[in-house]
C-alpha cells in the first residue's frame, strides 16, 4: 500500500514535471507525517524517502527524537505547520527547515534560538497568497510593507531564507489553483530582483489535491500526505 501510493506520487511528480518542461530532480517530495505513527515514517524511510514534514511541535517532540535514532540515514524535518512563539524553544532543536515563518518577530526569536545552538536554520516565508481570513502568512499587500518584513529577516544571520511557502485555498478543480501558485512565482521573481543577494530558491506548494497544479507553476518542494500515507483519522 505504502509503496504503490509513494511510487504512484514519484511518478505523477515527474509526469508533472516534465509536462512543464522541467527536471523532475528539482522537485523535493516532502512527505507529511503529521497523525501518523513512527512506524509509517520509518516505512517510507526504508522505501527511500528523506524528507518527513510535521505541523505539530508537540506531536514532533515525540516522534522525532526516537526516530532519529533508529534510522540509518538521516532524514531532513520540515515544520510546516503553523509555529507559535512560545513553541521556538523545542522546535528549534528538532527541525531542518522551517516553512511557517509568517512574522518577523517570530523570525527573530528562531534567531535566538539558533544562535544558541549554534546552528542556521533555512526557512521559508509563508505568504497567504490567496487572502483567506482563515490562513496564516504574510500578506503581500501593500508590497512595500512585505518588503520590509524581508529585509529585517534578511539581517538575521542564523536564519537562511530559501523562499516562500503557501497553502492554496480548496477549490473545485486542482487547476483552479494555479493562479495562486502562479502569483506565489511571481512574488519568489519579484523578492530575486529586490534582493539579488539571495537564490530564493524554493518554492514550498502543492499537497496532495494539487501538487500536479502546484508544480506546473514551478514548485521546488511539494508537501503530500494522505496520497502517500492515506487518509488521516480527524
Ligand atoms: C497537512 C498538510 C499538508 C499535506 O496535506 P495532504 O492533503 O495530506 O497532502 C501540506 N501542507 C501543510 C501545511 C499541511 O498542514
Known sequence: MLEQNLKLVQQRIAHAAERAGRD??????????????????LSAHALGVRHFGENRVEEAAEK????????????????????????????????DFIHSVDRVALAQKIETRASALGKKIPILLE????????????????????????????????LDTQGLMTIAPIVAQPDDARPHFGALRALRDELRARFPERA?????????????AAIAEGATIVRIGRAIFGERNP
Open 24 to 41: 523532475p530532480r528539482e522537485i523535493t517530495l516532502v512527505a507529511v507525517s503529521k497523525t501518523f505513527p513512527a512506524e509509517a515514517i
Open 64 to 95: 522525532i527524537p526516537p526516530i532519529n535514532r533508529r534510522r540509518q540515514t538521516a532524514i531532513t524535518w520540515h515544520l510546516i505547520g503553523h509555529l507559535q512563539s512560545r513553541k521556538v524553544k523545542d522546535a528549534a532543536p528538532l527541525f
Open 127 to 158: 505568504v497567504n497568497i490567496s487572502g483567506e481570513a482563515s490562513k496564516n502568512g504574510f500578506a503581500p499587500e501593500p508590497r512595500e510593507q512585505f518588503f520590509d518584513a524581508v529585509r529585517a529577516i534578511l539581517t538575521l544571520p542564523h
Open 200 to 212: 530564493w530558491q524554493h518554492l514550498s506548494m502543492g499537497m496532495t489535491e494539487d501538487f500536479e
